[in-house]
């Protein structure tokens, strides 16, 4: 039979997300939802919603959204923009920010593993800088690193270890001739956003989403923040794409939701304090834990190997993430659940290392 897809569609190995089994009721940790729900106020706005105007597009930049990200963060509307996903933006800003013939995109060999997809899809150079020997951010070597512009999570995922904002300032002063990203996803449990130095730094785009902070994962949504020049870039790659990403209920939901912050920071704590006691019961169990700033932690153990922890949580019906690459195959990757989660995954893994 003819094949008729694209050598690219032939050849191109796609991100593959957290697994979402349906075989029976799980603890589900592998994808580093909020344990909480999103905001009364979200909830309000969803229902205050006109059914019958789902019948007309939405805004198409989202407009009353991005007026109150603005708010929240404190910078212009026209310093915002809106995506289905933070996923998305970041797509986008391939195209946006790298050419397919220049020095390429430089990330680090264990960070979000959507980066080098974007870069195969569309035709992008990555320039990979390994972290250091401890898991940090090698910074000298990614700003050493010859490349059109740099890619970086904070905190990074999947080892949920954070970078100071003045290292972050430092970072960006210095690549202050070619475009830093930074993909704040885990931003809301870690609180050292380098968003204000939007208004000083034009080569800064901060990207954030509304699924880990914000207990709306199901809604697909995140923004960028930058100087308007790279927002506009977005927004021109954004439309020669889908001129409507963010659609009308999400739009509400996610406006008022940015809106609640009160909300938010109570949980968001609840969840960082789960994260410090979970640590050091997983310390307590013969586990090493990487320092995390984030909503996830990245655990391994002293005699089992990452695939073992992986499945035996799975036989008892815990999901983790476990990544079979270099470097980290030993570790697990645990989502800070609720309490009652997280003594569930507990009493699991003490289970069978007894
Ligand atoms: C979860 C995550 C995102 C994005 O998520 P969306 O749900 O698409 O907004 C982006 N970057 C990192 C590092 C993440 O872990």
Same mark, same amino acid.
């Given at each position: ?17 957290? *697994? +979402?089994?349906?075989?029976?009721? !799980? &603890? ?9 729900? =999103? ?12 059914? %019958?105007?789902?019948?007309? !597009? ?12 603005? +708010?929240? *963060? ?18 986008? #800003?391939? =195209? ?15 960070? !979000? ?5 974007? #870069? ?50 430092? $970072? ?12 704040? %996803? ?36 995140? !923004? ?11 927004? #021109? ?15 509400? &939901? ?21 994260? *410090? ?30 695939? *073992? &922890? ?19 195959? +030993? ?9 009652? +989660? ?9 289970? $069978?290392?007894?």
């Amino acid at each position: 039979m003819k094949n008729y897809l694209s050598k690219k569609a032939r050849a191109i190995t796609p991100y593959t997300a957290g *697994e +979402q089994r349906n075989d029976r009721k !799980y &603890v589900k940790l592998n994808t580093n939802e909020n344990p909480y729900p =999103p905001s009364e106020k979200a909830l309000q706005a969803y229902r205050a919603l006109q059914f %019958a105007d789902l019948k007309l !597009y939405p805004s198409p930049d989202s407009d009353v959204l991005c007026r109150a990200i603005a +708010q929240a *963060e404190n910078v212009e509307r026209e310093n915002v923009f809106c995506g289905n996903g933070s996923d998305e933006i970041l797509a986008l #800003c391939f =195209p946006a920010f790298f050419d397919p013939d220049g020095e390429g995109a430089a990330f680090a060999d264990v960070t !979000y593993s959507f980066y080098p997809v974007f #870069c195969e899809f569309f035709n992008i150079p990555s320039v990979i800088v390994p972290l250091k020997e401890d898991f940090t951010m090698d910074l000298d070597a990614l700003s050493a690193a010859r490349a059109q512009g740099v890619i970086l999570a904070n905190p990074n995922a999947p080892t949920g270890i954070g970078i100071p904002l003045n290292k972050v300032e430092e $970072f960006v002063q210095k690549n202050r001739d070619r475009i830093v990203i930074i993909d704040e %996803a885990y931003m809301p449990f870690f609180g050292q956003s380098a968003a204000a130095l939007i208004k000083n730094y034009d080569n800064l785009l901060i990207v954030k989403t509304f699924s880990k902070g914000y207990s709306l994962a199901g809604m697909r949504c995140g !923004y960028a923040i930058g100087a308007v020049s790279l927002i506009n870039g977005l927004k #021109c790659c954004k439309d020669c794409f889908n001129s409507y990403p963010v659609d009308r209920v999400c739009q509400a &939901v996610c406006a008022a939701a940015i809106g609640d912050q009160d909300y938010y920071a109570n949980r968001n704590a609840l969840v960082v304090k789960e994260r *410090e006691r979970l640590s050091k019961e997983l310390e307590n169990i013969g586990f090493t834990v990487l320092p995390s700033s984030s909503n996830f932690v990245f655990a391994r153990h002293k005699n089992l190997s990452g695939a *073992e &922890v992986y499945r035996q949580l799975r036989e008892r019906g815990v999901l983790v993430r476990h990544f079979d690459r270099p470097r980290i195959s +030993q570790f697990c990757r645990i989502t800070v659940g609720s309490k009652e +989660q997280n003594d569930a995954l507990l009493a699991a893994l003490r289970e $069978f290392l007894r």
